[in-house]
């Protein structure tokens, strides 16, 4: 599975495709397979999301779980401010990530 991310241009939050537009949240993150890389061209060009890719993820029973560590991080949000993470609509916990 391939699913994409980026930064939100007005806010810096990171944000992933939903299949339809951006979201906070990787739980809805949807499948983008071949189309990842026209989803990308048309989301920067229309200046909605900032610095966006693709990245390989598996689906698990609490949604996508990104394939490399990093982006497992960029999901939970920053690991020194436990306050400033993403906690809404989200079952995995710190465990999740490695």
């Not at 200046?47 to 991080?73: C, F, L, M, W």
Request: cysteine-free; proline content about 4%; aromatic content about 6%.
């Amino acid at each position: 599975m391939k699913i994409l991310t980026g930064n939100d241009l007005l806010t810096g939050a990171v944000v992933w495709w939903d299949g339809s537009g951006w979201s906070l949240h990787i739980a809805d993150a949807a499948d983008a397979g071949e189309a990842a890389d026209s989803i990308i061209a048309s989301e920067s060009a229309a200046r909605r999301v900032n610095s966006a890719y693709a990245i390989a993820a598996e689906q698990t029973a609490d949604g996508p779980r990104p394939a490399h560590i990093k982006d497992r991080v960029r999901a939970l949000g920053p690991t020194v401010r436990p306050d400033l993470a993403v906690k809404a609509a989200q079952k995995m916990g710190w465990d999740w990530v490695i």
